[in-house]
């Protein structure tokens, strides 16, 4: 019996998942590795997109807030990975309770698959999506290190190049200096 596309996209199980497969690809891979051609003004705009999918070279110093003359602070996404669900809502805690982040969303069900001390492992684990400011990055990996149960936790970061700047600046106001 086979399939058809509409039949596999009505799925209420993929219409669920989708999104959060969608948004986990643009924050790993970025929206600079994107080459969808844009026709309509918008996003493409705003983000700093020619129409046709040629992106404008701008760097993270350069985007300014609207109706402010002030640059956003470079903020990046952080992701953390923990083994449940009560370890993850400790440590988001102690991140934001820190002004180390401004927000953390804790994203369950996470399978990991690695290779760890010379075998294979598979572990369920949760998905800690840290947003702050770069220069909280050393600070934040330090907390990590030492409120994490694993030898060795997971920090890896990304830059933000962009997005809603009310948000950006409530990200900045939200977090502390160093």
Known sequence: MALTLSAITSSTLIRRKLPIVGAFCVLTFGLSNLSIPFTQKGCAHSLGWKLGGERKSTSVSSIRMEG???????????YVTVPNKESGKKLAGSIVKKKLAAC????????????????????????????????????????????????????????IVGGNPQYLEWLKNSTRDK
Request: charged share 25%.
């Open 68 to 78: 402010s003359s002030s640059k956003i602070v470079p903020s990046i996404v952080v």
């Open 104 to 159: 953390v969303n804790r994203v369950p069900g996470v399978e990991s698959v690695y290779e760890w001390q010379g075998e294979v492992q598979t572990d369920s684990e949760e998905l800690l999506i840290i947003k702050t400011k770069e220069s909280l990055l050393e600070a934040l990996t330090e907390h990590v290190k030492a409120n994490h149960e694993y030898d060795v936790p997971e920090v890896i970061a990304m830059p």
